[in-house]
């Protein structure tokens, strides 16, 4: 590509190519396209509301040995079906099939758990 241009009235040529150079910008990109919210079930929510499908348990990744509490549920808002993780000892035991919970996102990095 050319150099940029070095002048007094170069602005907007610099204006321009800064903004056609950000597309290049993974960050950037997914912000604009809204690719974050399109991918996220909850669809941009903070919060929704599910019905539990069934109770699951989610074996943890080496080198832990646990079994994970999670349930599968249904979204209420577009009918997506996620697994949700179901914190503190005995949860699952207030929870059963068909009843409807409230999920949020757990505000991990890169999207993370719903519980």
Do not use: Y
């Not at 290049?24 to 599910?50: C, H, M, T, W, Y």
């Not at 109770?55 to 979204?75: F, H, M, Y």
């Not at 991990?108 to 719903?114: D, F, H, P, V, Y």
């Amino acid at each position: 590509m050319a150099k940029s241009p070095l002048g007094l009235f170069a602005g907007r040529i610099l204006k321009a190519k800064k903004k056609r150079q950000r597309w290049s910008i993974s960050v950037f990109k997914r912000r604009e396209l809204g690719l974050d919210k399109k991918a996220n079930p909850l669809a941009g929510a903070p919060q929704g509301r599910a019905i539990v499908l069934e109770k699951v348990g989610v074996e943890a990744k080496q080198p832990n040995s646990a079994v994970r509490k999670c349930v599968r549920i249904q979204l209420i808002k577009n009918g997506k079906t996620v697994t949700a993780f179901l914190p503190r000892d005995g949860a699952m035991n207030f929870i059963d099939e068909h009843d409807e919970v409230h999920v949020e996102g757990m505000g991990a990095t890169q999207g993370g758990a719903m519980g």
